[in-house]
């Protein structure tokens, strides 16, 4: 059965401890290694034991026994070991004892290749060993130095774990620590994620921390706000489609009825005609707004000249312009190239051309400006007449907002065509804007150039 650990938590304490335990490994390892190559080496103590031995030789021949004595006395004392000095068949010249035993046993321990300590057995074992024994030759090849080393208890690894025991602990508590630091706004995270997958829209998860937790409790933040603002935009679209499909189907089925018991039923049908009309204007402007809104990719992208669109969109508004009556002017830049979608440039530029000629004043001129700064268009949009209220201004792009007044339903609008405006130039990468002019209302369509302006032929 294969064990997984899915919880981030988890994750994180077994991998430090894991990490932990083969870093421990690994430096006892290495330890054990380099104390068993330092081991290895052994002129220094050799040369050392070799003087020693010297010095002991020089005290008997100065002195005899007694100086020897003595001074072997001296090193027990310093090294906590001892210490004899024999002559080449092993006798002790202190005693006279024979210590023959202990140079065969040192001959042993060299024929088996273990006259120093093996580090690697004295790491792993722990217990009573035999006494080392040690023996430097005098500098005259005729006198030997004996060193017993007492018999001590191996310090091993098992010893040493009660040493090293609060290393884990730390260790582990660290990474409890971090384990929290990272998995509790995760899990608080999730926990919101799920809040909002339940429709708690107003719920949000704000964080101060600058790392990529908090870079994600952001950017979760932001798609709920967008989530949120999305869906308060479509139902408040239902709802006013259904407002304004409630009044031209109320009136039709007026007319219907008139047009049943109505002795005039050429006027009954006309007036059927002309409601049918305002739904089916109704209908075409929110397909429009819907393909503004629509998939990106599935615009037609290419290099229109905004110069020439608006010399033909200005050309088509002629008939609409002199039935109000009023004029159109077009004047600025001749020429700009952007890249984008034909058609919704086109309806964008039409609808607030024909926003201003509804509210146009008779006798009046609605100018329409082509202008460019640096890598930006600007189209502007004036009519005379009598502008919008201040705070209004940012309204009237959302959709079937209309102002009160001059703007109202007898203009014959239905409140979504700058809102289509604005969908399609902000798809463009640009943005519109409007302001009052006194007289008048200023609407502004800025997008981004392709290449430097050129000249017609």
Known sequence: MKFRVRSIFSK??????????????????????????????????????ALLADDAVRAYD?????????????????????????????RDLVSGADRASLLARRSARLRSRR????????????????PWILVHRASDRHHRLITVMPTRTRFGILDSLAYFFWLPLLIGGLCYMLAIHLASPLRNLRRALERFGRGDLGVRYHLSRRDEIGDLARAFNRMADQVHTLLLAERRLLQ???????????????????????PDREAALGRIHKEA????????????????????GARNV?????????HELVADCALEADARPCGLELSGERSALVEGDQELLRRAGENVLR????????????????????????IAIRDRGPGVPREAL???????FRVEGDRDRSSGGVGLGLAIARRAVELHGGRVSAFNANPGLVVTIELPCRGAATTPD
């Open 115 to 130: 006259a120093w300590p093996n580090p690697m057995r004295m790491v792993w074992w722990s217990g009573s060993a035999r």
């Open 62 to 90: 100065d002195g005899g026994p007694t100086a020897l004595a003595e001074y072997l006395a001296r090193l027990d004392s310093y090294s906590e070991c001892q210490h004899f000095l024999v002559d080449a068949g092993g």
């Open 302 to 310: 290419e290099a229109v000249d905004l110069g020439g669109l608006l």
């Open 355 to 378: 926003n201003a000629i509804r509210h146009a004043p008779a006798g009046s001129v609605v100018e329409v400006v082509l202008t460019r700064q640096g890598d930006r268009a600007e």
């Open 12 to 49: 994180i304490v077994l991998w430090f401890t894991a990490t932990f335990v083969l870093s421990l490994v690994g430096y006892v390892a290495t330890s054990m290694v380099l104390s068993a190559r330092l081991a290895e080496r052994e002129p220094l103590l050799s040369r050392l034991g």
């Open 277 to 296: 009309d305002r739904l089916n204007h109704l209908v075409d402007e929110l397909l429009q707004l819907t393909r503004a809104e629509g998939d990106p």
């Open 240 to 262: 006013d489609v259904s407002h304004e499909l409630r009044s031209p189907l109320a009136r039709l089925g007026f007319a219907v009825e008139l047009a049943r018991t109505s």
């Open 394 to 400: 940012a309204e009237i792009f959302e959709p079937f």
